[in-house]
């Protein structure tokens, strides 16, 4: 049976992407875990061509993949947090936040933003399923909702009189599974002139930078501004504003409120959707022939990592990333050509990678291994990695990036 998209309900024969089966992109290992099974789902991204929402394809047993808890913590990455206290200024300024203004924020993750408007004396609530980010951001003072966002909850917040000024969505958009349902929860849950602002990667950059190793099964839609004006519409909200980002590769933070509200339509908005409809984003053969770009981006990656390996030269990866995991999982790298991966973050120390079982290790094995080469495998934050690692490159190591194409500097 042909899918249907989880939107307009529309049948989509059309394939967008298929990367095979891989497991859960955060189920990192343990090594007993090692002597026990591991579960890989198929990984196929669909198109609709009526709405044009590229989406996962549904299948059996999805909900196994949120059974762990994952080791993501926004705070980690300190361009990131430098990124959210720079919107909580311009967000406070531009809609005149204040002590009587109240700020909800969908998937508040360890209270990496939130905290701004703690400080700033901003009332705000975190909603936020993940137990261990919403107990380190209540240590900060931040209230948190420990629940999953949608109409129901929004409900709920509405009848106990805390609807929002402003709701912010910071990289959740794509991540939940009934867009429908959490795009008429933002309606509900927002007071009559109130304001959402969703972050989400860019479609259009996507393609363009061929940035398939954004594509996880937890990560369900793609979006472009023609398909979310359409789901905005559908629940009672317009799109008012938009800027392009460059945080993740490129994404959009879109502007929304009520279609009886009166925030003025910026003429940004329009000069988007006519630049997607300008390179065919409203058409079919736009999305057709991404599978081959995804292919040659995985055999550069390998021919790479196989000449090093003839040369003699030895190679790290950086990042133990979901990105990491969908394209060392897409390209079958294992450990005999890629033997660690260091992160930062203490939560995947010790632990390997799913699929590929390479091991995570604290920089430090970088300083003490002196690998040849370091293949920074989030390539979004790569300048800030290569910052962080300047002394290895002063001692002849090389970054590597493989996404659009190898590059070695
Ligand atoms: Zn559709």
Redesign the pocket.
């Known amino acids: 049976m042909t899918p249907r998209?989880?939107?307009?309900?529309?049948p989509?024969p059309r394939l967008f992407l298929d990367l095979g089966h891989a497991p859960p992109s955060n189920a990192y290992l343990s090594a007993e875990s090692l002597s026990e099974p591991e579960m890989t789902f198929p990984l196929r991204l669909r198109v609709?061509?009526?709405?044009?929402?590229v989406q996962t394809e549904d299948f059996a047993e999805a909900d196994k993949l949120f059974a762990h808890d994952y080791a993501y913590f926004s705070s980690t990455s300190k361009s990131w947090l430098d990124h959210a206290a720079r919107y909580c200024a311009t967000a406070t300024e531009r809609f005149e936040l204040g002590h009587n203004s109240f700020v909800i924020e969908v998937a508040s993750n360890d209270g990496y933003l939130l905290r701004n408007f703690v400080a700033a004396n901003v009332p705000c609530l975190g909603i936020e399923p993940t137990d261990s980010t919403a107990a380190a951001a209540e240590t900060q003072g931040i209230p948190v909702l420990r629940e999953f966002f949608g109409a129901a909850l929004a409900g709920k917040l509405k009848n106990e009189g805390r609807c929002a000024d402003l709701i912010i969505g910071n990289n959740v958009y794509a991540h939940v599974p009934d867009i429908n349902d959490f795009t008429l929860g933002l309606a509900i849950a927002l007071k009559p002139q109130g304001v959402i602002t969703l972050e989400f990667p860019h479609l259009m950059r996507l393609v363009e930078q061929r940035q398939f190793d954004t594509v996880y099964h937890e990560h369900f839609s793609y979006l472009s501004l023609i398909?979310v004006s359409?789901i905005f519409a559908k629940a009672g909200l317009r799109i008012f504003d938009v800027e392009e980002l460059p945080t993740h590769g490129g994404s959009l933070r879109i502007y929304g409120c009520l279609e009886t509200a009166q925030h003025t339509a910026s003429p940004r908005v329009d000069a988007l959707l006519a630049e997607e409809r300008a390179r065919g984003m409203a058409n079919a053969e736009f999305y057709d022939g991404f599978q081959a770009r995804a292919e040659a981006v995985k055999n550069g990656l390998l021919r790479f990592l196989l000449d090093a390996q003839r040369d003699g030269m030895t190679v790290a990866g950086y990042g133990a990333a979901a990105k990491g995991n969908t394209l060392l999982n897409f390209a079958g790298v294992q450990p005999d050509l890629l033997p660690f991966i260091c992160d930062a973050a203490p939560s995947k120390q010790g632990k390997l990678m799913p699929g590929s079982h390479i091991p995570i290790l604290p920089p430090e094995a970088l300083t003490q291994r002196r690998p040849d080469y370091i293949l920074i495998l989030p390539w979004n934050i790569a300048s800030e990695v290569r910052n962080q690692l300047a002394p290895l490159a002063a001692q002849g190591a090389k970054f590597v990036t493989a996404v659009p194409e190898v590059r070695v500097e």
């Not at 998209?5 to 529309?10: I, K, M, P, Q, V």
């Not at 609709?48 to 929402?53: G, K, S, Y």
């Open positions: 998209c989880r939107h307009c309900a529309t989509m609709c061509d009526d709405c044009h929402l398909a359409r």
